[in-house]
């Protein structure tokens, strides 16, 4: 598929929901109706390496929100991905020429299987999922993004984590030549995150291979990265290289970067003031109604508590200060 920029993309296209939505019915009428089109569990999910490519055998999940998702073209050009610049629209700009293959992901530390594994293998055994999910931004903007992932609980499961493994550890590709923004200092590189196992095994959370169907496009962290859709935006890790096993906290970029700022939890708190500005509400992109990522027209609303996803995540922070771990 040729690179979309902005002035080729027809305009039939950025509000082509109503044809994207259609197809999803059939997807999941063939799923759960027509039955033998898919094999169910175990399906081996195959990654197209061609951009744009579509996914197949994409099954969707009771976890989606029935909010409408934002337009193809507000994900992939309003990002936030350092590795190609620091302004919303430079991975766009500068992701382009990014090859994301080959690729292999190295999972090393406290587990049973450890080694360094080719892309296609690692997301093989998995079936693929839709799972419509909210992101909020740190910087208090929003969108809704019909991702295609894998829920990550089902890939740790493979590598056989000992019981010292108290967190994960990821870590970003780090290659200046491939990505420009690292030829700066602008944060420490490579990009690292981190999760508890308990967040890492959370059903909500997954590995993200696809968005409206089709392969990541490079500005939203191609070939495979991380949502953790109750937390702030910064710690779905982009570009995944290395996975670590490890039985100490790891420390994430901002963390490291502005440890008064960000914290390693990150959950989404409307109640916890961020030291320079508010989180009690927040703008979904897009949303004024006048077309392309606008976040100055864009309509603000309140936050919700762990974005929303508290019913399913409250539980792991039962007793924990959300004040000091922010
Ligand atoms: N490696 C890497 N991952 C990253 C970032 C980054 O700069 N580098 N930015 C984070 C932030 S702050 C946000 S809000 C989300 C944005 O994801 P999107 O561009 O797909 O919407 O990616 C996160 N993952
Ligand atoms: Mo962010």
């Known amino acids: ?169 990821f870590e970003t590709l780090h290659d200046p030549e491939r990505m420009p923004g690292q030829r700066g200092r602008s944060l420490r590189w490579p990009y690292v995150e981190g999760l508890t196992m308990a967040e890492a095994m959370h059903p909500l959370t997954i590995f993200a291979v696809g968005l409206y169907g089709e392969v990541l496009p490079n500005q939203n962290g191609a070939p495979i990265r991380l949502i953790v859709p109750w937390k702030y935006g910064f710690k779905s890790i982009k570009s995944i290289v290395n996975i670590e096993f490890t039985e100490r906290q790891p420390r994430g970029s901002w963390q490291r970067a502005q440890p008064q700022e960000y914290g390693f939890y990150a959950n989404v708190n409307p109640n916890v003031d961020h030291p320079r500005w508010s989180q009690a509400r927040e703008r979904r992109i897009g949303s004024a109604g006048d077309g392309l990522q606008s976040i100055f027209g864009a309509k603000k609303q309140e936050t919700l508590m762990f974005n929303g996803y508290g019913e399913q995540v409250a539980h792991l922070y039962e007793g924990l200060d959300l004040r000091k771990n922010y």
């Open 1 to 169: 598929m040729l690179i979309r920029k902005p002035a080729d993309i027809k305009p039939s296209e950025i509000t082509s929901k109503d044809a994207y939505f259609s197809r999803r019915e059939i997807l999941r009428t063939g799923v759960y109706a027509g039955g033998s089109l898919l094999a169910g569990p175990g399906l081996a999910a195959t990654l197209p390496e061609a951009r744009g490519a579509k996914l197949s055998g994409i099954v969707p999940s009771e976890f989606s929100t029935d909010e409408e998702p934002n337009p193809y073209i507000d994900i992939t050009t309003y990002n936030n991905f350092w590795e190609f610049g620091t302004g919303k629209s430079d991975p766009f700009r500068n992701a382009q020429d990014f090859e994301p293959r080959p690729w292999s992901i190295t999972v090393s530390g406290e587990a049973e299987v450890t080694g360094t594994f080719d892309l296609e293998d690692f997301v093989k055994p998995h079936t693929l999922e839709e799972r419509i999910y909210r992101l909020r931004c740190v910087e208090a903007w929003s969108m809704v993004i019909p991702w295609v992932g894998i829920p990550l609980a089902s890939i740790i499961k493979q590598f056989k984590p000992l019981s010292n493994a108290k967190y994960l550890r």
